[in-house]
């Protein structure tokens, strides 16, 4: 009978693990953060969800251009994914380059525009502040929270199969200040063209109207069949920089 209880125990453990660590992974609003360490050298990766769902630099057709042109990946490792976001119970899936108020904003590669809602308004301060407390009784950030409020004024553009031919890409462009009347859905963007403009929309300085913590959230995502995958995800700490890198010019 003891043994059988210690046993017993030990499964219960095993459960409560897994739990955990399925709630944890619930914390981003598009993708799952779970780490498989099947491959322990992740150089060059720039995601890797598992041994099939992954994308290495020599799977690419094409490099991009930056999107804030002279603002480079920073280094700071909270201004670049998988950086967690208490504040609204997340993860950050994107890069955050410096651009000031106002910078030209540019296509990263050619593409057809999703999204482009130039008619964007903040809410005021005490209802983004609720957003955020619904967040942290979920314990997540809600996708529609973080794609109508959070983003701010915000361009998505679809590069097919062109990007890499094993997922389709899109990327997306958010915190924007303006963005062009000729910018909107159906749209053909060409790399390098202007669609818009950095600014703080969607953040509590938006919120709050006024100039302060502009700059541009960048995000690419890779779709196939089984699910979104995001730039970086489960890439660690020490390697990010170096392998995002590898996806520009």
Partial sequence: MPRMSSMLKMKN????TIIALCLGACAAPTASLYIDETVSDKTSYLF???EDEYLLVNELNVKLSLPAKDYVVPTYHNLLPNAKREYRSG???GI???APMGYPIRAVYDGVVVRSNNTHEDVDIETYNSFLATSSKLGKTPEDIYNYILLGK???IDHGYAI???YRSITVYSHLSSIPESIKPGTVVKEGDLIGYSGNTGTSSGALRNDKGAHLHWEIFFDNKNGRYFLGQNIPAELL???IDLLFK
């Fill in 241 to 243: 920089k170096e392998n």
């Fill in 154 to 156: 915000s361009i998505i």
């Fill in 96 to 98: 955050d380059f410096s």
């Fill in 164 to 166: 890499t031919s094993k």
């Fill in 13 to 16: 453990k095993k459960i409560l």
């Fill in 91 to 93: 993860h950050h899936l």
């Fill in 48 to 50: 890797y969800q598992n």
